[in-house]
């Protein structure tokens, strides 16, 4: 039955999905599929009504599709002339399932949407992600310019941008921005004061000061405002060359020249924590030893839900307990080897009260210098001292054994070979990563061979679409991509080499489009992309299959027989080519006999599957036996 004539939809707007493309606000294209309206938002995502028909009852249903790029990640089962709220399933998608709903009011829609990108954009902004909210925002200032002009909240976002812009220390954006806000609203104070911040940040103090005594003379009594103004002051003065008078700056309002008369109340220091927010907070305390109480770092100012502030409030004081953890650590190795030290030098008072002989001493912890054949240390020939026990000192033998047994302790390690001969530490070190590196190299060696033999170099993975492979290879840790060499030799054959080692070289399975390879390496993983030359022909594997081997006698080599493939591979290698990635999905006409058989084959036994019956199921799993055996 032919459906109704479609009411009237302005927009639809999809909200809390997991594939953040998909969010967003739909606008009708002005086409019409199955008598449905085409909706489409601004990452090109379309929402669609499609048809299904039934190969049981030859009837056809209707479903609601929502995709991008020819692939659908969400879609809903009805006979709606407009697509229905709930009942949404994952397709590809991330998950959460969208909220879909329909709106007679583009304006109102619009407005809707773009707020909902402005709390995402905030929310990432407190997490500290000032690039991803400022995408947010910018979605929701592309939905209000195109379809809710004189929308208010357009001042808010320009200026949250801003304030995105001025973290990232984007001064010109930032600036932009802010203008773009005043243009809305002239009297946004937040705009104005994220102007002087970025024309401070250009160095542009004659026009920041302009901008805060905007700020000043529609809010005399604005704090921040004064406060920034103090700060601009500073500046031009420290700028100015000695023995010339200052230059002239726009005048101030009345009454504002002396600030330190402004009262110290709970409320002026509230105002002033957030002008340090505002400026950069570490910058205001870079020489301050004393430590800011949770409940007064900048966040708590932001007006955010009690759930974030808690959340940051057990972050700072992790944060805090680790640093100071690490300060205990540090002084602990100083003192321990602080008493070490004196141990050594208690040692040397013992061997001069026993008259034992005396060792050079050495002023300071570099090591002993290098005595020529004719030189002798001088102490051989001094006359001995009485031992006092304030210049006691260690030798540099001792000093050597220290800083073998405590390297880790001392600030700095040796870079030569100490009296006794021995690696120092700091070579010590380069041996060591010397032999790491070697025993990486052998190891990636015996890696990549077995990579070659296992399964003649098969792929780690190995999918398919209807008109590309893709392949993927797991490769030993140290491989670059100068390492790698791809080449397929007319199509018919390919080499993959790993450090000259070929992991794969042999014939394929099919023929392939020889100059479209693309490969890539990524996290340790080599993926290969290879074009088919014949569409939507099913590959079993990406080499050919291996020929038995017979011995001396004729007779034919159990290890070298191929493995058959099971019904179950065989059907999912052919669901996994008709639901591939490539962006196109073959048609049953374009299909060869064999791909057809297949396809009829398999429809019979999910249907036989489906209903119970047990007979034609038996037939059904026949025909797939027959059909599935080809080898791997």
Same mark, same amino acid.
């Given at each position: 039955m032919a459906p109704e004539a479609s009411p009237a939809c302005a927009a639809i707007l999809v909200t809390g999905a997991g594939s953040d493309d998909v969010n967003g606000l739909y606008v009708p294209t002005g086409r019409k599929w199955h008598e449905a309206e085409i909706f489409e938002n601004d990452k090109l995502c379309m929402l669609s009504r499609e048809p299904h028909k039934s190969q049981k009852t030859?009837?056809?249903?209707?479903?609601?599709?929502?995709?991008?790029?020819?692939?659908?990640?969400?879609?809903?089962?009805?006979?709606?002339?407009l697509p229905p709220k709930s009942g949404w399933k994952k397709?590809?998608?991330?998950?959460?399932?969208?909220?879909?709903?329909?709106?007679?009011?583009?304006?109102?829609?619009?407005?809707?949407?773009a707020l909902a990108f402005k709390d995402q954009g905030n929310a990432l902004f407190t997490a500290r992600s000032y690039k991803e909210a400022a995408t947010k925002w910018s979605r929701a200032l592309s939905t209000l310019e195109k379809y809710c002009s004189d929308s208010q909240v357009r001042a808010t976002l320009y200026a949250n941008r801003a304030e995105s812009n001025i973290r990232m220390e984007r001064?010109?954006?930032?600036?932009?921005?802010?203008?773009?806000?005043?243009?809305?609203?002239?009297?946004?104070?937040?705009?104005?004061?994220r102007a002087a911040v970025a024309l401070r940040g250009l160095k542009r103090y004659g026009d920041a000061i302009g901008m805060v005594q905007r700020c000043l003379e529609l809010e005399p009594s604005h704090y921040d405002a004064k406060m920034l103004m103090q700060d601009l002051d500073r500046l031009v003065t420290s700028e100015q060359p000695s023995g010339r008078p200052a230059a002239s700056k726009p005048q101030r309002l009345r009454g504002d020249a002396n600030l330190s008369s402004i009262p110290r109340d709970a409320r002026d220091m509230n105002h002033q924590k957030g002008l340090e927010a505002f400026e950069g907070y570490s910058q205001m305390r870079e020489n301050s030893t004393e430590e800011v109480p949770i409940s007064d770092l900048p966040y708590h100012k932001m007006g955010l839900p009690q759930e974030q502030l808690d959340l940051m409030d057990s972050f700072f004081r992790e944060l805090r307990a680790n640093k100071k953890q690490q300060a205990k650590s540090q002084r602990q190795e100083?003192?321990?080897?602080?008493?070490?030290?004196?141990?050594?030098?208690?040692?040397?008072?013992?061997?001069?009260?026993?008259?034992?002989?005396?060792?050079?001493?050495l002023e300071s912890y570099e090591e002993a210098p290098a005595l020529k054949d004719d030189e002798l240390p001088l102490t051989l020939t001094a006359p001995k001292k009485p031992v006092e026990t304030d210049n006691i000192q260690i030798s540099a033998d001792e000093k050597k054994e220290i800083d073998d047994l405590f390297a880790n302790f001392?600030?700095?390690?040796?870079?030569?070979?100490?009296?006794?001969?021995?690696?120092?530490?700091?070579?010590? $070190?380069?041996?060591?990563?010397?032999?790491?590196?070697?025993? #990486?190299?052998? &190891?990636? @060696?015996?890696?990549?061979?077995?990579?070659?033999r296992t399964r003649r170099g098969e792929p780690t993975r190995f999918e398919q679409a209807a008109g590309e492979l893709y392949c993927w290879w797991s490769l030993p840790a140290g491989i670059s991509a100068k390492d790698i060499k791809v080449s397929g030799s007319g199509g018919e054959w390919l080499t993959v080499s790993v450090r000259d080692v070929p992991i794969f070289d042999r014939q394929l399975f099919h023929q392939i489009k020889g100059d479209d390879i693309i490969w890539s390496l990524d996290a340790g993983e080599l993926s290969l992309t290879l074009t088919k030359r014949e569409r939507s022909k099913l590959w079993d594997q990406l080499g050919s299959v291996s020929e038995m081997q017979r011995d001396a006698s004729g007779k034919v080599i159990p290890s070298t $027989?191929?493995?058959?493939?099971?019904?179950?591979?065989?059907? #999912?290698?052919? &669901?996994? @080519?008709?639901?591939?990635?490539?962006?196109?999905?073959?048609?049953?006409?374009?299909?060869?006999?064999?791909?057809?058989?297949?396809?009829?084959?398999?429809?019979?036994?999910?249907?036989?599957?489906?209903?119970?019956?047990?007979?034609?199921?038996?037939?059904?799993?026949?025909?797939?036996?027959?059909?599935?055996?080809?080898?791997?």
């Open positions: 030859g009837l056809t249903s209707y479903g609601w599709i929502l995709g991008q790029d020819r692939k659908p990640m969400y879609a809903v089962q009805s006979e709606e002339i397709f590809t998608g991330q998950v959460p399932i969208p909220a879909v709903d329909p709106s007679d009011s583009l304006k109102a829609a619009a407005e809707t949407a001064w010109e954006e930032a600036l932009l921005d802010c203008e773009a806000a005043l243009v809305t609203k002239p009297s946004h104070d937040k705009a104005l004061l100083l003192a321990e080897y602080e008493l070490v030290k004196n141990e050594y030098r208690e040692r040397a008072l013992e061997d001069q009260a026993l008259g034992r002989a005396p060792t050079p001493m001392k600030p700095k390690a040796s870079k030569s070979l100490g009296p006794s001969g021995r690696r120092s530490r700091f070579q010590q $070190i380069i041996h060591e990563e010397e032999e790491e590196a070697s025993v #990486a190299e052998i &190891r990636a @060696m015996e890696e990549l061979k077995k990579l070659q $027989i191929p493995e058959p493939m099971s019904i179950n591979d065989r059907l #999912a290698k052919f &669901r996994q @080519m008709v639901t591939g990635d490539d962006g196109e999905e073959p048609r049953y006409e374009d299909l060869n006999d064999q791909s057809k058989q297949l396809v009829d084959a398999m429809r019979r036994f999910e249907h036989a599957r489906a209903t119970g019956d047990h007979n034609a199921l038996a037939l059904a799993e026949h025909d797939l036996e027959e059909l599935g055996r080809v080898v791997v």
